[in-house]
């Protein structure tokens, strides 16, 4: 392999981690901390904090565009599929669309100058664009491609939906290079858009290893609690969470459920209740009732806090890509119960690092619940090769090496 300097740029929603918590972001982080010096890492991003910055080279995308508000609300509609209009094709053709993408360029060549190639979410069908302006090698990474996520979220129906699946479909037949986290998503784009994907390669997200003071302990002296960390909605599963736990409460009298996350609401048929309006609605026990908690956003260091402490983490998405949450929750060493879909059942080993649950099944997953709480041999057993595993198959370092090679076979591809 050619051990030159690599000058890797990554398109960014937001920047630095401490100020968007967002599982892209969190990959960037966790993947360009993984390289070592011959690979150098730029950060292209139109959000930018400028508080807590790390060393690396940073792209104000909002520095290369002669109208900032203009340049703004640009950003902001290309990233709302509800103001995507049926043809895209015309859409993209507004300058101050277009303007975007060549600010993109203007920011590598005034702050990086030559950069070996860029790395780009699939949302929106960005590569499509990327690879019409410039002659860099363009990697798409499939982080959720709408088409399974819309119709779980119910926005099939909504205005620009179609648009945005084909116009993500072109930009991953046009990119240099295709990586996905899981198997199972690279397969799925595959099938959808008929396309063989010659050009793709599997390379896992990475999560770094957690000090072992911060690792989950069994701890028999302490009430029992149930962990979700995720969104309150369909696509991760909130409603099946609570659902769950009304199983496991009725006949465990001390178990806790401590919710985690945003409240986006969930659709049951037609009707959008928001989390305190589904407990209302779906559980009726005062009893079981009480004992919820919805926490609502957290930081990540009392997310940390409550990973090590909870007796159980559920995980309980109706699809799942290889979700930084329950690389987090595995990395802690936190007994897992998680919906076989996705990525998921190629992170999760069954009875090994953790136990998988059926998909959309509460009861399965109250059942493999119980089964833990009710088995403090297994959860420390699940615990402890957990932690191994994680070491072994998904630090950044171990990632970093796969990507580096990546990069280059494109690179070295694209240079024939």
Request: proline fraction near 5%; hydrophobic fraction near 40%; include cysteine.
């Amino acid at each position: 392999m050619n051990k030159n300097i690599l000058y890797v740029c990554y398109i960014s929603p937001g920047w630095p981690l401490s100020a968007f918590p967002n599982g892209i972001v969190t990959y960037i982080q966790n993947i360009v901390s993984g390289f070592d010096s011959i690979v150098i890492p730029i950060i292209a991003t139109n959000k930018l904090c400028s508080e807590n910055l790390s060393n690396y080279k940073i792209i104000d995308l909002t520095d290369f565009i002669g109208n900032r508000k203009v340049f703004l609300r640009v950003c902001n509609k290309i990233f709302r599929v509800k103001l995507i209009p049926k043809n895209i094709k015309d859409w993209y053709k507004d300058c101050q669309v277009k303007n975007y993408y060549t600010a993109i360029f203007k920011g590598i060549n005034t702050v990086a100058g030559n950069v070996d190639i860029l790395e780009v979410e699939e949302s929106f069908g960005k590569a499509k664009y990327l690879v019409r302006e410039g002659g860099i090698p363009i990697i798409t990474r499939l982080h959720g491609p709408w088409f399974i996520h819309g119709p779980i979220m119910n926005l099939d129906t909504e205005n620009g939906y179609s648009a945005r699946v084909e116009a993500e479909g072109e930009a991953i037949r046009l990119s240099d290079g295709v990586t996905a986290p899981s198997l199972d998503v690279l397969n799925r784009v595959r099938e959808f858009y008929g396309i063989s994907l010659s050009n793709a390669q599997v390379i896992p997200n990475p999560v770094p290893a957690v000090l072992q003071e911060n690792q989950w302990q069994y701890k028999a002296d302490e009430k029992q609690t149930i962990l979700v960390v995720g969104r309150f909605d369909l696509h991760k599963g909130g409603d099946l969470a609570l659902d769950a736990f009304r199983i496991v409460a009725s006949s465990n009298y001390d178990v806790e459920l401590l919710f985690v996350g945003p409240d986006r609401g969930v659709l049951v048929d037609s009707v959008s209740y928001s989390f305190n309006e589904y407990l209302d609605a779906f559980i009726s026990e005062p009893g079981i009732k009480k004992r919820i908690n919805f926490l609502g956003h957290c930081g990540s260091n009392e997310i940390s806090i409550l990973r090590k402490s909870a007796s159980v983490t559920l995980m309980p998405s109706r699809y799942d890509n290889f979700p930084m949450s329950l690389l987090e929750a595995v990395a802690t060493g936190s007994p897992v119960v998680a919906t076989s879909v996705g990525g998921m059942k190629e992170i999760i080993i069954d009875e090994f690092n953790g136990l998988l649950a059926i998909s959309e099944s509460a009861e399965n997953m109250a059942e493999k619940l119980s089964q833990l709480l009710g088995d403090p041999e297994k959860m420390q057993r699940l615990s402890k090769n957990a932690i191994k595993d994680s070491q072994d198959r998904f630090l950044p370092e171990v990632v970093a090496r796969q990507t580096e090679a990546f990069y280059r076979k494109i690179i070295d591809k694209k240079s024939l």
